[in-house]
C-alpha cells in the first residue's frame, strides 16, 4: 500500500514538471518555425530566378501552415496549405511559363519607395497592436461575448463536437460560402486569363 501511494505521489509530482516540459517544447518549435520563415522569406527576396522564388514561396505557405498548426488554428493551417502551398503556387508557376525565368534587372534607387512603403505599413501594423487584449485574456471582448456564446451553445444548436467547424459550417455558413466563391472566381479568373494567353503564344521573349 505504500509503494503505491509513493507512486501516486511521484506521479503527481511529476505532472507539473511534464506541462513546463511540454510548454516549452511547443515554444522552442514555434521559433524554429519562425526562424525557417525568415531565412524563407530573405532568401526569395535575394534570388533572381522566378521558378526558385515560386518553390520557396510554396515551401514560406507550408511552414506558416505548420506554425498555424502549432497555435492550435487547424482550420486555418488547412486553408493555407491548399490555396497557399497548393492553388498559389501552381498559378505562378503557370504564370512564369509565359515570362522569363529570371527576374529582370531593377534601378536600386526605384527600390526605395517600395521599402519605405513597406516600413511605414509595417510600422502601423505593429502600432495597431498595442490596444489590443493580452493573448489569451478572459476578458477580452471575443472571449467575454461571442466566444462564449458559441462555447456554451454549440453542442445544442450544431451538436458538433468542434467548435471551429461548428462555426465556420453553421454560425458563419454564409459568410464562409462567399469566402468559397470569392476564392472559386479568382482562381478561374486566372486560369482564363493564363488560358487566354497561352493560346495567343505567350511572351516570345527570351531569358
Request: one cysteine or more; charged letters at 15%; aromatic letters at 8%.
Amino acid at each position: 500500500m505504500s509503494m503505491i501511494l509513493f507512486f501516486a505521489a511521484a506521479a503527481s509530482d511529476a505532472e507539473p514538471m511534464m506541462e513546463v516540459t511540454g510548454q516549452a517544447a511547443s515554444v522552442a518549435i514555434e521559433i524554429l518555425i519562425l526562424t525557417l520563415l525568415v531565412a524563407t522569406a530573405v532568401s526569395m527576396i535575394r534570388m533572381r530566378q522566378l521558378f526558385g522564388v515560386a518553390m520557396l514561396s510554396g515551401i514560406y505557405s507550408l511552414l506558416s501552415a505548420a506554425f498555424f498548426v502549432a497555435l492550435d488554428a487547424v482550420d486555418v493551417a488547412f486553408t493555407e496549405a491548399a490555396v497557399g502551398a497548393g492553388v498559389s503556387t501552381v498559378l505562378v508557376l503557370s504564370g512564369i511559363a509565359l515570362t522569363a525565368k529570371r527576374e529582370m534587372p531593377v534601378d536600386r534607387r526605384r527600390q526605395l519607395l517600395p521599402l519605405l512603403i513597406v516600413f511605414v505599413t509595417g510600422g502601423a501594423l505593429v502600432y495597431s497592436t498595442i490596444d489590443m487584449p493580452a493573448f489569451g485574456d478572459p476578458q477580452a471582448p471575443a472571449n467575454a461575448y461571442v466566444g462564449a456564446e458559441y462555447i456554451a451553445q454549440t453542442p445544442q444548436d450544431v451538436e458538433v463536437p468542434n467548435i471551429v467547424t461548428a462555426v465556420l459550417a453553421s454560425y458563419r455558413g454564409f459568410d464562409t460560402l462567399g469566402e468559397t466563391v470569392v476564392v472559386f472566381t479568382a482562381g478561374l479568373a486566372c486560369l482564363l486569363l493564363l488560358g487566354t494567353t497561352l493560346r495567343g503564344g505567350g511572351k516570345g521573349g527570351r531569358d
